[in-house]
């Protein structure tokens, strides 16, 4: 099932001005079905309801899935991106966060950051928690607390990440975590193909089973350290092929089974 939070494109463009929270808050969930959207009752994890309203989806603008308390990304999780990025293999998983205030919808504009550069993409599958977790049981499935998978970009200021030495300012930036449009409930299988294109032409492809660690292994991992809470999303890393964005352009992130995340490049604002 295809869940997602949108807006009529009425609504939208009588409030032009509201920010990336503010036009998720002012969302509806639903449910994505046969070419409409079918207007829910209560949030997309737990129980919901359909209201009886649905629009045909040129109706309708989608925002992102969830408003996370956090996210949570992994780095260096493909064997080829971490070589391509000079890097050993990590012996454990590398996790680190992105603020909420780089968060932007689907078809929001990414804005080049003014102190950077090289600005890049990196396509990934992320899932979104669906129930409280801290300190699973070894013998606990992970699968209940997980409300579904979606579509990311981990946009990367890879100069100022390179020059730091870490990862929060080169990838902090406000616009540079975007992801939806929908929360897929179903469970991503081992050949899921993560792609993403730039003005068409493709520049990563992996399949899910080249994670080099699996999302049972990234969800445990990090729920031994933090408490995870419904919403927050993870990121589970990027393939190999990431490369730098320039205004005009448009990138994509494909997955099979879940969708496509498009969004254009800006120049940097004054």
Known sequence: MKLCRFQLKEYAAQHPNLTPRQAYESSRPGILEGGAVHEISGELWGAR????????????????????????????????????????????????????????APGDPIVLARISKRVDFEGEIAFIIGRR????????????????????????????????????RGKGFDTFCPFGPVLETDAPTPNTLIETYVNGTKKQSAHLSDLIFSIDVIFRWIAEAMTLEPG??????????????????VVEVRIGGIGSLSNPVVAPRD
Not at 71 to 99: T, W
Not at 232 to 249: E, I, R
């Open 49 to 104: 309801e359909r209201t009886g309203h649905h629009w045909p989806v040129d109706q309708v603008l989608f925002l992102t899935p969830s408003w996370p308390s956090k996210i949570i990304c992994m780095a260096r999780n493909y064997v080829d991106h971490a070589k391509e990025m000079g890097s050993d293999l990590p012996r454990q998983p590398v996790i680190f966060c992105k603020p909420p205030s780089s968060i932007i």
């Open 133 to 168: 977790c801290y300190h699973p049981k070894a013998s606990e499935p992970v699968g209940p607390y997980i409300a579904g998978y979606t579509c990311l970009n981990d946009v990367t200021a890879r100069d100022l990440q390179r020059l730091d030495g870490q990862f929060t």
């Open 232 to 249: 927050d999303v993870v990121a589970t890393g990027t393939p190999a092929g990431v490369g730098p964005l320039a205004a005009g352009d």
